[in-house]
């Protein structure tokens, strides 16, 4: 359901008369980037004319989504700045995950469109920024920024290696949330995004620095705890599945609940490769699934 007019975030216009000319934007030295969805790393210049974006062909931007309008939003160029207008859209337009009618757009900005999310990068180091952005996007998913599956399936090797090496410890968890089908089809793919989305952003700030956590699925997530015996990594999995029961998942007026499973395993020793610590945790998460969901195995 599309907000009512009330509840949508109002822009006006405002140009700080006393800004210096550097920090003022230049038609050509704007770009925006596909970090999620489909085209993903394409990149499209912006100069001074409108640039339009929706489910049409006839957009300069197409995308091919139900979720998104047939004229979703436009990006223009006005007194040094560019601005994102959303055109009465049904699912409506987000920056920085803040739903908008207009709003100026800054290095960085992320534009969430339909299921897309867009980043906005300007200035005179675009090229070095856009190249960054590309390496990034080789290790971070764009819609959790978790780390991704390549990333962690790196990490996991190196890790493993280093701890037989050295005689350390290693546990790694696999979780996935429950009945996440049952979501996307009572409330949609959009409300299936936000929920992983918000999910992550919820784990991530009860794991160390040192932990990777990465989505290395669609609904499934494992975070490599190095150095840390499997006691350690039962109290972590369940302060896990705790905070995401305890996380309010919202997604328009509703609020959606949310339980994960998780899969302890530890390194034993003799295992032949990273692949057989995966397989164990994977295993403990099928038990604990089987066990009533909601839960820790291993």
């Given at each position: 359901?599309?907000?009512?007019?009330?509840?949508?975030?109002?822009?006006?216009r405002v140009i700080?008369?006393?800004a210096?000319q550097?920090?003022?934007?230049?038609?050509?030295?704007?770009c925006?980037?596909?970090?999620y969805?489909?085209?993903l790393?394409?990149?499209i210049?912006l100069g001074?004319?409108?640039f339009?974006?929706?489910?049409?062909?006839?957009?300069?931007?197409?995308?091919?989504?139900e979720?998104?309008?047939?004229q979703?939003?436009?990006?223009?160029?006005?007194?040094?700045?560019?601005w994102?207008?959303?055109?009465?859209?049904?699912?409506?337009?987000?920056?920085n995950?803040?739903q908008?009618r207009?709003?100026?757009?800054?290095?960085?900005?992320q534009i969430?469109?339909g299921?897309s999310?867009?980043?906005?990068?300007?200035?005179?180091?675009?090229?070095?920024?856009?190249h960054?952005?590309?390496?990034?996007l080789?290790?971070?998913d764009g819609?959790?920024?978790?780390?991704?599956r390549?990333?962690?399936?790196?990490?996991?090797?190196?890790?493993?290696?280093r701890?037989?090496?050295y005689?350390r410890?290693?546990?790694l968890?696999?979780?996935d949330?429950?009945?996440f089908?049952?979501?996307?089809d009572?409330?949609?793919h959009?409300?299936?995004?936000?929920?992983?989305?918000?999910?992550?952003?919820?784990?991530?700030?009860r794991?160390?620095?040192?932990?990777?956590?990465?989505?290395?699925?669609?609904?499934?997530?494992g975070?490599?705890?190095p150095e840390?015996?499997?006691?350690?990594?039962?109290?972590?999995?369940?302060?896990v599945r705790?905070?995401?029961?305890?996380t309010?998942v919202r997604?328009?007026?509703?609020?959606i609940?949310?339980?994960v499973?998780?899969?302890v395993a530890?390194?034993?020793?003799?295992?032949?490769?990273?692949?057989?610590?995966?397989k164990?945790?994977?295993?403990?998460?099928?038990?604990a699934?089987?066990g009533?969901?909601?839960?820790?195995?291993?």
């Amino acid at each position: 359901m599309a907000p009512r007019e009330s509840e949508r975030t109002r822009v006006t216009r405002v140009i700080d008369p006393g800004a210096g000319q550097k920090s003022a934007a230049r038609p050509g030295e704007a770009c925006i980037i596909v970090i999620y969805g489909p085209e993903l790393g394409k990149r499209i210049q912006l100069g001074s004319a409108p640039f339009t974006i929706g489910r049409s062909a006839s957009n300069d931007l197409f995308l091919d989504q139900e979720s998104t309008s047939r004229q979703h939003a436009k990006i223009t160029f006005d007194k040094g700045q560019y601005w994102v207008q959303d055109l009465g859209s049904t699912n409506g337009t987000f920056v920085n995950d803040e739903q908008v009618r207009e709003k100026g757009l800054s290095d960085g900005d992320q534009i969430r469109i339909g299921r897309s999310i867009l980043k906005f990068m300007t200035g005179e180091n675009v090229e070095v920024h856009y190249h960054e952005e590309i390496y990034r996007l080789m290790t971070v998913d764009g819609l959790t920024q978790a780390f991704n599956r390549r990333y962690f399936d790196d990490v996991l090797e190196r890790e493993f290696n280093r701890a037989k090496r050295y005689q350390r410890a290693l546990s790694l968890i696999v979780l996935d949330i429950d009945h996440f089908k049952r979501v996307n089809d009572t409330h949609g793919h959009l409300a299936g995004d936000n929920l992983l989305r918000q999910i992550a952003g919820a784990i991530k700030l009860r794991l160390r620095t040192h932990d990777v956590f990465a989505r290395t699925g669609g609904e499934e997530f494992g975070i490599i705890l190095p150095e840390i015996a499997v006691e350690g990594a039962r109290i972590t999995a369940e302060k896990v599945r705790q905070v995401v029961e305890g996380t309010p998942v919202r997604h328009e007026q509703q609020v959606i609940p949310c339980t994960v499973s998780l899969g302890v395993a530890m390194l034993r020793g003799d295992e032949a490769g990273p692949e057989e610590l995966y397989k164990c945790a994977d295993g403990r998460l099928y038990e604990a699934k089987q066990g009533g969901r909601n839960r820790v195995a291993g």
